[in-house]
């Protein structure tokens, strides 16, 4: 028998082509598991910022309540751009800069989110309800939190 008609004996092996393929599916796969990891991530770091700017709003509305329920009826005064409130007791509540500082003691409230702050007394019902709306921003993650929050003083008006 001549040579060339008898099947060859082949080792088992990839060829190159099949090792480009099955690296380029690897790294595909690798790229796209990381992927999802990243985003995930940001995901999750986002959802905690924006979190965190209710919790800020929330206290600082507690705050502003409880400073406002501990005034004596009718000694609530405003600023003349609705910026700052004064509860007669020597207590007030400012936006400054990019803070909400309650004074005194220059408490900052709430730090680098503070985007409006509005405060309206209605001295035509009785009571004289103090209406304070609070708007944070968290540019990071592009949240924000619009709280608004009706507070009635507790005490009664001081004796004239």
């Not at 595909?28 to 800020?56: E, K, T």
């Not at 503070?114 to 405060?119: A, D, Y």
């Amino acid at each position: 028998m001549s040579r060339g008609l008898q099947p060859r004996s082949r080792k088992a092996a990839f060829s190159l082509v099949e090792l480009l393929v099955a690296l380029l599916s690897v790294s595909i796969l690798a790229m796209l598991v990381g992927s999802l990891l990243v985003l995930g991530h940001r995901s999750w770091i986002d959802g905690n910022r924006r979190v965190d700017l209710q919790r800020d709003a929330t206290l600082a509305m507690e705050a502003i309540g409880a400073s406002v329920r501990a005034a004596r009826k009718g000694t609530q005064t405003v600023s003349g751009d609705n910026r700052q409130l004064f509860c007669g007791d020597g207590t007030s509540v400012a936006w400054v800069g990019n803070q909400l500082v309650l004074n005194p003691g220059g408490t900052v409230l709430v730090r680098d989110h503070v985007l409006n702050f509005r405060v309206e007394i209605d001295t035509t019902l009785a009571g004289q309800p103090v209406r304070v709306t609070l708007q944070l921003f968290d540019p990071e993650s592009e949240g924000e939190s619009i709280m608004t929050g009706v507070f009635l003083p507790r005490n009664p008006a001081p004796d004239a």
